[in-house]
């Protein structure tokens, strides 16, 4: 401060400050401004502001009515057990990915990478159909399933694979990054000093990626719940067995139920809001321990 | 020591000569072996099934099986849709992007945030919440009806449903990479007596390019596979509002599966064609942030 105050005496006058040459006039400003928050509205807050006004449109009652509904009760079972075999699967996926990932060096690394992202690209209509093809009753397995009594297709088995193509990426692709920077130094040093596997993943690993891994699960949970386009495909759509919650709403919204279709959805609606609180909770606290907010 | 410890999974030693560099920790061929099955139980296996089902058609048949008007229609329908929406996103996104790395105002860091919702909603809920807005009696669908526009049940529909479900992909790609942008080059060219407009246009957009391309490319590709979100906006009527995903689906219920299969594998060849694109792009980004 000093320096630059006795350096300021002889210096030739100071540049204008970067924020004025870096900046717009405050008209142009406050313009962008409106341009952004206005399209942000209309295709954020209306739309979650049209979710919850509808489900309550018919009163507290109905709303608590289309819930607590039998249809509605076993739709959200399905996708709670969907999501309880699907994300604990892309869990220890994840883990394994990221550890060989990033903790060796291998040829075909960078392959495998991208082939570990491929299902991101993939329609989710497709992601069903593939197992449609394999398992369904004219698929490839098809005959031989039916004749030992196995149902994968229009059943919890079908649902669960579709929703675990779908969210493959998700844990993986959040470790990777993040252990590839933190490097293995502190591993390498547990090994040496006589940790066993087990000690060295559960005492030096676990702890350093922790919020990363929540990161993670987090959003795979999020996309496993909401799923529509894979699961619609394999699941049959049978009423109170094979419908999940995002595709009962679509059942109550094609019978122009609205009330109730929208009574579920804001659930769904719950869900993201809830999912997107933590998420960025995490990304304020933790964004040191998290990938996803430094990559790019 | 180290023997003694990698023991429990020490398959880690047995990595094979010149495959991997040799390394102290533990549990490589677990996770690898582990890694590789399931990627190929879940993903490869069933998208090679889907590949050699196609194959299985012939040129002739897959071709045939392609280039039905219906086919074709929908195959226009989705990229003039998932073009349109990109476009939008491109530029909609870029001043959202903008403003939040530029400009502070109340409430920035929750709008920030709020920019993730496309990914964390459903895309059912997405699609029934924009049909309803956007119907001829909704609230926006109500304000248009008297201008003679009608969006829901509409190729313009589709368009609308596609910009919600791409909207955090330009943000999300473009927002790092002007936060990183030096001062220097915008207070060089402000310094030459470059106007603000000119310096806008002229350095900092050529340097935040390969991003703004990312993000679009991003959004597209996700808006050529989407299904949820359009289904219920778009009328589906054939020849015109009806999606190439959608077809897949009506084709799979009416068992063609050769129809289905075809489609599906022109789908994935788009994509994988995308995914290519956007390597390249990115990796074009790389460069030129390292440079």
């Given amino acids: 401060m000093t320096l630059e105050a006795s350096f300021g005496a002889s210096a030739p006058p100071a540049p204008p400050p970067a924020y004025q040459v870096r900046s717009e006039s405050r008209l142009v400003r406050a313009a962008l401004i409106a341009v952004a928050l206005g399209f942000l509205g209309l295709f954020l ?14 009163g507290v009652s109905a709303y608590a009515a289309a819930l607590t509904e039998p249809d509605a009760l076993a739709a959200i079972r399905l996708t709670l057990t969907a999501a309880a075999i699907a994300v604990p699967l892309n869990l220890l996926f994840g883990l394994c ?20 992202d491929l299902p991101f690209s993939v329609s989710p209509v497709i992601a069903g159909m ?29 649902i669960v694979l579709a929703t675990v193509f779908v969210t493959f990426p998700f ?22 000093l006589g940790a066993s596997g087990w000690q060295l993943f559960l005492r030096v690993t676990l702890p350093k990626i922790k919020w990363g891994l929540l990161y993670g699960v987090l959003l795979c949970n999020a996309r496993a719940m909401g799923e529509f386009g894979a699961v619609s495909v394999v699941s049959g759509h049978i009423r109170g067995q094979t419908n999940t919650m995002p595709l009962h709403v679509e059942i109550l919204y094609n019978e122009y139920n609205m009330a109730a279709a929208f009574a579920v959805a804001s659930l769904l609606a719950a869900l993201a809001l809830v999912t997107l609180v933590i998420k960025t909770l995490l990304e304020w606290r933790y964004a040191d321990e998290l990938a996803a907010t430094r990559r790019h | 020591m180290a023997d003694a410890a990698a023991s429990p999974t020490g398959w880690g030693r047995t990595g094979g000569g010149g495959f991997r560099k040799p390394s102290v920790l533990p549990g490589f061929g677990i996770t690898l072996g582990f890694t590789l099955a399931y990627l190929s139980l879940i993903v490869l296996i069933p998208l090679a099934a889907l590949i050699l089902g196609a194959a299985g058609l012939g040129w002739d048949g897959f071709w045939a099986a392609v280039l039905k008007p219906r086919v074709l229609a929908s195959l226009q329908v989705s990229f003039g849709a998932a073009l349109a929406a990109a476009l939008i996103n491109a530029v909609f996104g870029l ?3 903008w403003v939040l790395v530029r400009y502070d105002f109340p409430g920035r860091r929750v709008v920030n945030a709020a920019v993730d919702l496309p990914f964390a909603l459903p895309t059912a809920v997405a699609g029934i919440a924009l049909t309803e807005l956007y119907a001829p009696n909704g609230w926006i669908g109500g304000l248009l009806e008297p201008l003679g526009i009608q ?22 790609t473009v927002e790092p990479v002007l936060q990183e942008l030096e001062a220097e080059q915008e207070e060089a060219a402000a310094m030459l007596g470059a106007g603000r407009l000119a310096t806008v246009f002229r350095v900092v957009l050529p340097a935040i390019l390969p991003a703004l391309l990312t993000g679009f490319a991003l959004a597209f590709a996700r808006g050529v596979g989407e299904y949820g979100s359009v289904i219920f906006i778009a009328g589906n009527l054939p020849m015109v509002s009806e999606i190439m995903p959608l077809l897949i689906v009506i084709q799979l219920e009416q068992y063609d599966y050769a129809g289905a299969t075809a489609v599906a594998t022109l789908m994935l060849a788009v994509s994988f064609a995308l995914l290519l694109l956007i390597n390249l792009l990115q990796h074009w980004m790389r460069a030129r942030h390292d440079a």
């Fill in chain 2, 151 to 172: 969006v829901a049940f509409t190729p313009l529909g589709i368009v609308v449903a596609l910009t919600f479900v791409g909207l955090p992909f330009v943000v999300r």
């Fill in chain 1, 97 to 116: 990915a990221a550890w060989c990932i990033a903790r060796f060096e291998f040829r075909g690394k960078s392959v495998l990478i991208t082939l570990i």
């Fill in chain 1, 171 to 192: 844990v993986a692709r959040e470790l990777i990054p993040l252990m590839q920077e933190q490097g293995s130094d502190e591993e390498e040093a547990a090994v040496v």
């Fill in chain 1, 130 to 158: 593939v197992y449609v093809l394999l398992f369904g009753l004219h698929g490839w397995l098809g005959p031989w399933l039916r004749s030992h009594d196995v149902q994968i297709i229009f059943a919890l088995p079908g």
């Fill in chain 2, 95 to 97: 001043a959202v992007a």
């Fill in chain 1, 45 to 58: 807050v209306l739309p979650l502001a049209v979710v919850l006004t509808r489900a309550f449109a018919s």
